[in-house]
């Protein structure tokens, strides 16, 4: 009988600690990936799709258009800063290839700056058509970098 006791308290014990500590079988992945996100370059990454959801609504409205530059501008800037990063994932990709992993990254960046520029340049002149195509453009290309320099997410 207290063999019996003892494998139910010993179930019952082991049930317990799964339930009260499930954040202590947090995988390697995930703990890996909450640093990445900590990193500098994705702090400024996390501006610019903050700016890119308030453009998709305030675009839509002229009314709104000094609120678009000044969201514009702050995703220029965050932009900006980007361009003098290096994705965390340039550690994974092999020495040999990584300076061109870096420059093509750099690259593309400039690229999606001169859009931030000429959305805002349409946002100043009122053409808020224009902009929303220029806004679907950027969106295009931030899912291409995404998907080139962190293929893991």
């Not at 703990?31 to 500098?40: F, L």
């Not at 501008?73 to 300076?99: F, G, T």
């Not at 992993?101 to 959305?119: A, G, H, P, R």
């Amino acid at each position: 009988m207290l063999q019996v006791r003892s494998r139910h308290l010993l179930l019952a014990l082991l049930a317990l600690a799964l339930c009260l500590s499930p954040a202590a079988f947090v995988s390697a992945a995930d703990k890996e990936k909450k640093e990445s996100e900590d990193t500098e370059l994705a702090k400024h990454m996390e501006v610019i799709e903050k700016a890119m959801k308030k453009l998709k609504k305030s675009l839509k409205s002229a009314d709104e258009n000094a609120a678009s530059a000044t969201t514009v501008a702050e995703m220029k800037k965050a932009s900006e800063a980007c361009v003098e990063l290096i994705p965390a994932y340039a550690a994974k990709v092999p020495e040999a290839k990584r300076a061109e992993f870096v420059e093509s990254y750099k690259k593309e960046m400039k690229e999606f700056i001169v859009e931030v520029d000429k959305l805002a340049d349409a946002v100043k002149a009122g053409k808020n058509e224009e902009a929303l195509t220029i806004h679907k453009k950027l969106g295009e290309l931030e899912d291409k970098g995404h998907e080139k320099f962190t293929p893991e997410n």
